[in-house]
Nanobody, 131 residues
Framework: QVHFVESGGGLVQPGGSRRLSCAAS????????IGWFRQVPGKEREGVSC????????AYADSVQGRFTISIDNAKNTVYLQMNNLKPEDTAAYYC????????????????????????WGQGTYVTVSS
């Protein structure tokens, strides 16, 4: 079964850091764009960041730009989200998913908007930012 397994969530104080992991299961990341998304109960899912496996290009939501860094370890088939200077408004369930794009792709930032065809969603990992 093709899916991701997210991990690394937990409780962190405001201003703190956390690194989330997203391990691909059942497929390799070649030709995919991997995205991190987050959702708070009762609110729409928000695109946080995404990275192209093939060329390493990245995009970030304005709300996390300069604080979060997405990266990929091809040998481990895993994508990471390093979150620094966390704020209470970052509290959410964080998910990763994959967008298949073997040749060309739309502007990465546009893929963070609702409607992009991301698949292989994981079960999510919850991050709580609170003192």
């Amino acid at each position: 079964q093709v899916h991701f397994v997210e991990s690394g969530g937990g409780l962190v104080q405001p201003g703190g850091s956390r690194r989330l992991s997203c391990a691909a299961s059942g497929f390799t990341l070649d030709d995919y764009i991997i995205g991190w998304f987050r959702q708070v109960p009762g609110k729409e899912r928000e695109g946080v960041s995404c990275i192209s496996r093939n060329d390493g290009n990245t995009a970030y939501a304005d709300s996390v730009q300069g604080r979060f860094t997405i990266s990929i370890d091809n040998a481990k088939n895993t994508v990471y989200l390093q979150m620094n200077n966390l704020k209470p408004e970052d509290t959410a369930a964080y998910y990763c998913a994959a967008y298949y794009s073997p040749i060309v792709y739309p502007p990465l930032a546009s893929l963070l908007n609702p409607g992009a065809d991301f698949r292989a969603w994981g079960q999510g990992t919850y991050v709580t930012v609170s003192s």
